[in-house]
Nanobody
Framework: QVQLVESGGGLVQAGGSLRLSCAAS????????MGWFRRAPGKEREIVAA????????YYADSVKGRFTISRDNARTAVYLQMNSLKPEDTAVYYC????????????WGQGTQVTVSS
């Protein structure tokens, strides 16, 4: 059974940093894309960043480029999202998700972790 468990959310002042972690288990993720999504109050869910498990390629939404960094740790089967220079508009529930590289839809989702950035 695949499980994605996020941690690391919290309350931070604007300009601060947080690192989100996603512990992945239940299968081999070597042929998977791992993504971080977020849903802000009253808004649609949006993708923030993604990484091919091999680490060969990453993607960032324009709104977070230069501020957020996605990475993975093969030994711990974990994916991270380092978030720097946080803004109030980054406030959202952040979700970790996984999909096979040959699929468009993310099949596996974590429960989410709240990030709140105060001004």
């Amino acid at each position: 059974q695949v499980q994605l468990v996020e941690s690391g959310g919290g309350l931070v002042q604007a300009g601060g940093s947080l690192r989100l972690s996603c512990a992945a288990s239940g299968r081999t993720f070597s042929n998977y894309v791992m993504g971080w999504f977020r849903r802000a109050p009253g808004k649609e869910r949006e993708i923030v960043a993604a990484i091919i498990w091999s680490g060969a390629s990453t993607y960032y939404a324009d709104s977070v480029k230069g501020r957020f960094t996605i990475s993975r740790d093969n030994a711990r089967t974990a994916v991270y999202l380092q978030m720097n220079s946080l803004k109030p508009e980054d406030t959202a529930v952040y979700y970790c998700a996984a999909r096979a590289t040959d699929q468009h839809q993310y099949d596996y989702w974590g429960q989410g972790t709240q990030v709140t950035v105060s001004s």
